[in-house]
T-cell receptor
């Protein structure tokens, strides 16, 4: 069964601190993996995308890693800001690079950054 | 605006009533998805439209749910005879299609069935 699991379920950190969110997946055939940020009351917004051959991708203070052998990904947030408070969702695309259209969503990690 | 829009933003209805949720995708995007997001759950795929192809309806939970996309643009998700378990946020996403498959999500419609 195609599945994406995220941990922790929720996380509280102080402003300025770093944190790492985890994503484990059992999806076949794997196409790519994305991390999304979802602010309260909004739709998810894409942060990073990684294909099978990529093992790290950065977007500002966000750095995602992918280990295709262990089927694990992480999202590292550096020097957190209050605006980072949101849910972070790991999404894995099912299928080949052509014709991919199915996405498996994790349940997300709810991050709260405190002043 | 340049993004995906959805309406209404909130909908409260009584059990047994029908509801229509609307999605305006980004202009030129050929693919459109509907998802349902329940509290504490991941996004649940409902239906997928790609160009003029027949939609993939495999995620619709029952025959009370239907969706259409007119003219390859606006889409409407209809839920007939709503039940309390239909309460959720319904999200729409569009993408250009093909290999550049980043989904752009709308803000969602929060549906509450009393």
């Amino acid at each position: 069964k195609n599945q994406v699991e995220q941990s922790p379920q929720s996380l509280i950190i102080l402003e300025g601190k770093n944190c790492t969110l985890q994503c484990n997946y059992t999806v076949s055939p794997f196409s790519n993996l994305r991390w999304y940020k979802q602010d309260t009351g909004r739709g998810p917004v894409s942060l990073t995308i990684m294909t099978f051959s990529e093992n790290t991708k950065s977007n500002g203070r966000y750095t995602a890693t992918l280990d295709a052998d262990t089927k694990q990904s992480s999202l590292h947030i550096t020097a957190s800001q209050l605006s980072d408070s949101a849910s972070y969702i790991c999404v894995v695309s099912v299928g080949r690079d052509t014709g991919t259209y199915k996405y498996i969503f994790g349940t997300g990690t709810r991050l709260k950054v405190l002043a | 605006g340049a993004g995906v829009s959805q309406s209404p933003s909130n909908k409260v209805t009584e059990k047994g009533k029908d509801v229509e949720l609307r999605c305006d995708p980004i202009s030129g995007h050929t693919a459109l998805y509907w998802y349902r997001q329940s509290l504490g759950q991941g996004l649940e795929f409902l239906i997928y439209f790609q160009g003029n192809s027949a939609p993939d309806k495999s995620g619709l939970p029952s025959d009370r749910f239907s969706a259409e996309r007119t003219g390859g643009s606006v889409s409407t998700l209809t839920i007939q005879r709503t039940q309390q378990e239909d309460s959720a946020v319904y999200l729409c996403a569009s993408l250009r299609g093909g290999r550049a498959d980043t989904q752009y999500f709308g803000p969602g419609t929060r549906l509450t069935v009393l």
